[in-house]
């Protein structure tokens, strides 16, 4: 089974400025996938980024990097150059080849605040 | 196609009733995810498809809970004699090639359901 663990309900930040949003995950699984989605007041989950258990690199999508530490069992969310429009709820997830990669077990989430 | 569309996007209804969820996922899409969002909490894994085949469901899938795919595009999700615990986001999503193993999962807006 897998388990992810998201340890800051809310997170406040100043727009400009750049944010961490700490994830850490348990598993025995060697192969597995870490995702990270960001979902709005509207509800719909958006894929933000993806991180394989073997990638050497750490991910990168635009503002959006993952901060992989593989033998911390961390993945945390960094944006950079916050906006206001990164308001939302932010929640890690992860996938392993015991599920048959079918299922996502997903964090409960945090809460990201920017202000002006 | 510009994604994954539920409908109705909010159902209020009354304990006792049953209730009955759509998804049509983005198209040629054969996986068919459903997942179950309650207040504070990540999505947990309900249910998903293969085409038109129920591969797994989760022990949170009641025998009060009926999904189908009938002929491997659209979904539905019927609850039979609605408890208020099951007022929650009914989200769906769906993938292209199997399992979440790679970047192109997508979901939905979800289904809100509230019973009163």
């Known amino acids: 089974a897998q388990k992810i663990t998201q340890t800051q309900p809310g997170m406040f930040v100043q727009e400009k400025e750049a944010v961490t949003l700490d994830c850490t995950y348990d598993t025995s699984d060697q192969s597995y996938g870490l995702f990270w989605y960001k979902q709005p007041s509207s509800g719909e989950m958006i894929f933000l980024i993806y991180?394989?258990?073997?990638?050497?690199q750490n991910a990168t999508e635009g503002r959006y990097s993952l901060n992989f530490q593989k033998a911390r069992k961390s993945a945390n969310l960094v944006i950079s150059a916050s906006q206001l429009g990164d308001s939302a709820m932010y929640f890690c997830a992860m996938t392993a080849i015991s599920s048959g990669y079918s299922t996502l077990t997903f964090g409960k989430g945090t809460m990201l605040l920017v202000s002006p | 196609d510009t994604g994954v569309s539920q409908n109705p996007r909010h159902k209020i209804t009354k304990r006792g009733q049953n209730v009955t969820f759509r998804c049509d996922p983005i198209?040629?899409?054969?996986?068919l995810y459903w997942y179950r969002q309650t207040l504070g909490q990540g999505p947990e894994f309900l249910t998903y498809?293969?085409?038109?085949?129920?591969?797994?469901k989760s022990r949170l899938l009641s025998d009060r809970f009926s999904a189908e795919r009938p002929k491997g595009s659209f979904s539905t999700l019927e609850i039979q004699r609605t408890e208020q615990g099951d007022s929650a986001m009914y989200l769906c999503?769906?993938?292209?090639?199997?399992?979440?193993?790679?970047?192109?999962?997508?979901f939905g807006q979800g289904t809100r359901l509230t019973v009163v």
């Open positions: 999503a769906s993938s292209l090639r199997g399992g979440f193993g790679n970047t192109e999962a997508f």
């Open positions: 991180q394989g258990s073997y990638d050497e």
């Open positions: 498809f293969q085409n038109e085949a129920q591969l797994e």
């Open positions: 198209s040629e899409h054969n996986r």
